[in-house]
């Protein structure tokens, strides 16, 4: 129904302010047919209030947000016809079976019970109550509900929240396999980084309630590392980071920590100028970035420059 | 997508309920509802079920909408035409009781009004009745708090309260301390006039009384209580006490001139010991002033059967 | 409408399942051989007191027994008018020789339903509704009910309808359950038993000009019907109330106080009129069909039914403009 150029989803300047208190504000982004695109923001940034919004559940204050085309609020059956969407938690009837649950969203959807045994694999649980699964099974019956009535978005927060290990990978495959074998736009939210960044084509960042960037995840950081020193004494070593050009990002961390992104061939380099220097180096550790060194990096985090 | 559990977290869970069930103690009862339970939710699932529930949900929903509209009908538009007395007189005659019945009417002294266990007089007598005539002895207590021989009269001309009379094998009354209370102008004033003018009236009814229930039945006797004195041990003893001496005068008189009419005397009762026998409000006998007031009228009861036995 | 009906299936669906209905029906089977217990007793202990089982006897008992309530001056005036209705009534059944508690099934199932209109039964009804739609709020599924190509109005009527046929359906249980339980003890006998039927109640006197006998059989029928319509009133108003809070508990809570207050204020202040005007004192609907009189002066079955459809609409007209409206916050 949807050509190439028309994006799955169109969030225009969106607002919801309860009250005196703005939740979240000028929030706009699309995310194209057939993308992975990820929402990344700390926990509180007004995430979740976004996705309730996206799929009709608040009203905005202000903005629009069109769903293939349609918009949420003035043709909501149209435009929530092509959503799948898991808010917060996979919150299902506990005293139903997974099977009844999904004969249920069935219904509602004028779905074929056929397309049940489609979008679970048959199982040795699913007739028993959901109020027995662990929440991983409750993860995949959600997903398997949002598939339900074959969207075109999947909208998923935080869908890895609680998940061991094993079954983080598990759902990354998964998604990455809806992505590709099934053509089917996925918006996720998450708070992890590292985790948008392995699945996502595209990212928006969102913090106190406002997008602070949107674009390709491969943009969003460099090929730096991020490297943590120890050093003594602290301030000279912290004045000889900083004045190194290939050094994009410092900042002091605690006493004696000092937190710097750079290209990690480089670290060898800056060691033996610290030394050269005599400042003692008790410790470099190499780390992959984090949220907070997105934040870093937006903000500049090298003072004076 | 893929369902299979893992077969570990299988085992946790499993190792976890067991333990909170150890330190729990649910008791087996319990266990076994939740599997009764589960049962039933298993019907719950088939088919029969849902569709059996639908319809019947749509039935109760049609038959009571029904009702109500009935109802709503019956009660706006009700038809106006009279209640024609029902046809059942066919059996209307109660069947007649073995033990007899005993037919108390009068005021608050029939009531019982002062006996903490409620009964009164009447109470001891069904009691000691039930006793000697066996227990299908029926006892009806038409006695009402505050009735004056006025109003006993109006009662004993009722259709149903005949009726009674009619089946009666002995009548008790307790009649006139209203009238004589209200007509006199309470203790501490008394209406010397008024109270002439009440002890007419009281012989009035009496005899009107006496003749109805003589119409109705001839044959039981009647036991009616005397007046007493509750103010026996008050100041103004010396006017109070004539007042009744003469009330209790004009019953005796009354009582006299209709066949098997038996007073049974208090005066003396109450005259002596008055505090003893009085209830807190120091107008209605205590549960001992009941006791003795039934045990006097059993003893004319006895001595009344007893020579109806030797007559014969 | 096969949309409306596969929602409503939804639901019903969901009613059932959460056990809410067997807990209902199983405080009836509780409760019912109680209630046949207690009414067993009562009428054995009458007998015994009086000696006899002739109802006519034990009728002329009870109205003396009213008259000298009538007779104590602590009575108050509200009281006394009531009380003095209620023999003339019970004078009325003795002068037209009808037994209006011959024994058996049906005359509980009447007694029944005439003495739980107030009470128990809308308790019973609050149980099933008052989480109908706070337990979506609180068990987070109201989210993934309102993001499905439905409209919203549509998912609370479907939600409201079925709570209807619930009602209805407890209602019919009751009927069967007391019906069947008390027979055991009391005998099935006493369906075309004649009830007297249209008393009517003018500035504290008695009107008998409009009284007339209706078999036992469509009394009860009209009783059922009219405490149906007041179960629906509850219902709704448990229905908004749900709707307006979050937590089952609190909703569940707010209605039981109301329905027990509601109760307790007619009986405790019925001079004060504007009482009339409240849902809960408008329950006792069947005590219209058997002339009971009202604890609050002026009150009619026109008069009640108003009270309670506006009480309804008010409610169905407030839950829909909220959950249609509002955002679904965490």
């Known amino acids: ?305 | 997508m893929k369902f299979t559990p893992k077969r570990r977290e299988v085992r946790q869970e499993n190792n976890r309920c067991s333990i909170s069930r150890g330190k729990n103690r649910i008791p087996p009862i319990l266990l076994y509802i939740n599997e009764w339970a589960s049962l039933l939710s298993a019907t719950f699932m088939k088919k029969w079920f849902w569709i059996a529930f639908g319809i019947l949900a749509l039935f109760s929903f049609s038959l009571f909408g029904f009702g109500f509209a009935l109802a709503i009908h019956e009660v706006v538009n009700p038809p106006s035409t009279p209640l024609t007395k029902a046809s059942s007189e066919e059996e209307s005659s109660p069947a007649p009781e073995q033990g007899g019945m005993l037919l108390s009417l009068g005021d608050s002294l029939t009531r019982g009004t002062g006996d903490i266990n409620g009964g009164g007089y009447v109470g001891v007598l069904r009691e000691e009745l039930r006793k000697k005539y066996g227990p299908d002895t029926q006892v009806v207590n038409l006695g009402i708090n505050g009735q004056t021989s006025d109003d006993l009269l109006q009662q004993v001309k009722q259709p149903k309260v005949q009726k009674f009379l009619q089946e009666a094998r002995w009548i008790t009354i307790t009649i006139g301390s209203n009238d004589l209370n209200r007509k006199s102008g309470g203790i501490f004033k008394i209406d010397k006039k008024g109270a002439q003018q009440g002890k007419k009236q009281y012989e009035k009814n009496l005899n009107q009384i006496f003749q109805l229930i003589r119409e109705q039945n001839p044959e039981a006797p009647i036991f009616i209580f005397g007046l007493y004195n509750p103010f026996a041990d008050l100041q103004n003893e010396s006017e109070t006490t004539p007042l009744i001496r003469e009330w209790n005068q004009t019953l005796q008189e009354v009582a006299g001139g209709f066949p098997h009419v038996i007073v049974v005397p208090t005066f003396d009762l109450f005259q002596l010991n008055t505090t003893a026998y009085l209830y807190t409000d120091h107008f209605h006998p205590n549960q001992e002033g009941y006791r003795r007031m039934a045990e006097r009228l059993l003893q004319l009861l006895q001595d009344y059967e007893q020579g109806k036995e030797k007559n014969r | ?330």
């Open chain 1, 1 to 305: 129904m949807t050509n190439g150029t028309t994006p799955i989803l169109k969030v225009e300047g969106l607002k919801k302010r309860i009250g005196k208190r703005t939740l979240v504000q000028d929030i706009s982004f699309q995310v194209e047919a057939g993308e992975i695109f990820g929402f990344l923001g700390p926990n509180g940034a007004g995430k979740t209030t976004t996705i309730r919004m996206l799929v009709g559940l608040i009203r905005p204050t202000s903005g629009t947000v069109h769903i293939a085309g349609y918009d949420i609020r003035r043709q909501f059956l149209q435009a929530i016809r092509h959503v799948g969407c898991i808010v917060e938690n996979p919150e299902l009837y506990p005293y139903l079976s997974g099977r009844e649950n999904l004969e249920l969203f069935a219904r509602m959807s004028s779905v074929p019970t056929e397309r049940i045994d489609e979008v679970v694999q048959i199982s040795d649980r699913i007739e028993d109550k959901v109020k027995t699964y662990s929440l991983g099974m409750r993860q995949r019956l959600g997903i398997a509900q949002a598939l339900l009535a074959q969207p075109k978005l999947l909208i998923l927060d935080e869908p890895t929240n609680g998940l061991d290990p094993a079954g983080i990978r598990e759902m990354r495959q998964f998604i990455r396999r809806l992505s590709r074998e099934e053509g089917i736009s996925i918006f996720i939210s998450s708070h992890i980084l590292h985790e948008v960044q392995l699945l996502c084509d595209r990212v928006a960042i969102i913090d106190h309630g406002k997008m602070i960037w949107t674009g390709p995840v491969d943009q969003l950081l460099d090929r730096d590392m991020r490297v943590e020193w120890e050093l003594e004494p602290i301030e000279s070593g912290m004045k000889l980071l900083r004045s190194l050009p290939y050094v994009t990002a410092c900042e002091q961390k605690e006493q004696n920590r000092i937190v710097t992104h750079f290209s990690e061939e480089k670290i060898d380099e800056a060691n033996r100028l610290l030394i050269k220097e005599g400042i003692a180096v008790t410790s470099i550790r190499r780390e992959n970035y984090t949220l907070e060194d997105v934040f870093l990096k937006m903000t500049g985090g090298k003072a004076g420059e």
């Open chain 3, 1 to 330: 409408m096969s949309e409306m009906a596969r929602l409503v299936y939804n639901e019903l669906l969901k009613i059932v399942r959460k056990r809410r209905m067997l807990v209902v029906v199983l405080i009836l089977a509780v409760l019912i051989p109680i209630f046949t217990y207690a009414q067993a007793r009562q009428a054995e202990e009458l007998m015994k007191n009086v000696g006899t089982s002739d109802w006519r006897t034990l009728l002329q008992q009870q109205i003396v027994d009213a008259q000298n309530r009538l007779a104590s001056s602590r009575l108050p005036d509200e009281w006394r008018v009531m009380l003095r209705l209620q023999t003339e009534q019970l004078q009325f059944y003795l002068d037209h020789d009808i037994n209006p508690t011959a024994p058996g099934a049906p005359t509980f199932v009447r007694n029944f339903i005439e003495q739980s209109v107030a009470l128990f039964l809308p308790l019973l009804v609050v149980i099933v509704a008052s989480d109908i739609v706070s337990s979506e709020h609180s068990g987070g599924t109201i989210k993934l009910l309102l993001t499905r190509p439905v409209r919203r109005w549509k998912i609370l009527l479907s939600k409201y309808l079925a709570l209807i046929l619930t009602v209805s359906l407890i209602l019919l249980i009751t009927g069967i359950l007391a019906y069947s339980i008390s027979g055991l003890a009391f005998g099935y006998q006493g369906a075309t038993l004649p009830v007297l039927t249209g008393f009517q109640e003018q500035n504290g006197q008695l009107v008998v000009d409009h009284v007339h006998l209706v078999p036992q059989w469509k009394y009860i029928l009209m009783a059922f019907g009219l405490a149906w319509f007041a179960a629906i009133t509850v219902a709704t108003l448990s229905f908004m109330v749900s709707v307006l809070v979050r937590s089952t508990a609190a909703s569940m809570g707010i209605m039981m106080a109301a329905i027990i207050s509601g109760s307790l204020l007619a009986q405790l202040a019925p001079t004060w009129t504007a009482l009339k005007y409240l849902a809960f004192t408008n329950l006792r609907l069947a005590d219209y069909l058997s002339g009971k009189p009202q604890m609050i002066e002026g009150m009619t079955l026109p008069f009640s039914l108003t009270v309670l459809s506006v009480w309804s609409l008010a409610a169905v007209i407030i839950a829909f403009a909220v959950f249609t409206r509002r955002d679904v916050l965490a």
